[in-house]
Nanobody, 123 residues
């Protein structure tokens, strides 16, 4: 089992950047595919990005591809989401999640979830 804790959220102006962190305890991240999801008020939780075990492959939603980068630091047992060129529509609670399945965009395939961190982008 793995426990996940997100950090790094905050308030930023449009065009700015933030880096979210997802720290794991328990089993190491190398055993899991790790994803980031987000949920805006009144909307469904949606896939943002995911990285394979070991960090060799990543997948992104169309809405963030080219602006966000997911990466891993296995020594720190941490996964990052670097968010650049932020837009007001990126405002949401961002969640880190882990799955023992193959890399996936479906929320239902992720078994372990963090508590979320708020990202607010002002126009």
């Amino acid at each position: 089992q793995v426990q996940l804790v997100e950090s790094g959220g905050g308030l930023v102006q449009a065009g700015g950047s933030l880096r979210l962190s997802c720290a794991a305890s328990g089993r190491t991240f190398s055993n899991y595919v790790v994803g980031w999801f987000r949920q805006a008020p009144g909307k469904e939780r949606e896939f943002v990005a995911a990285v394979s075990r070991g960090g060799g492959y990543a997948d992104y939603s169309d809405s963030v591809r080219g602006r966000f980068t997911i990466s891993t630091d296995n020594a720190k047992n941490t996964v990052y989401l670097q968010m650049n060129s932020l837009k007001p529509e990126d405002t949401a609670v961002y969640y880190c999640a882990a799955t023992e399945s193959a890399i996936a965009t479906l929320r239902s395939l992720y078994r372990y979830w963090g508590q979320g961190t708020q990202v607010t982008v002002s126009s």
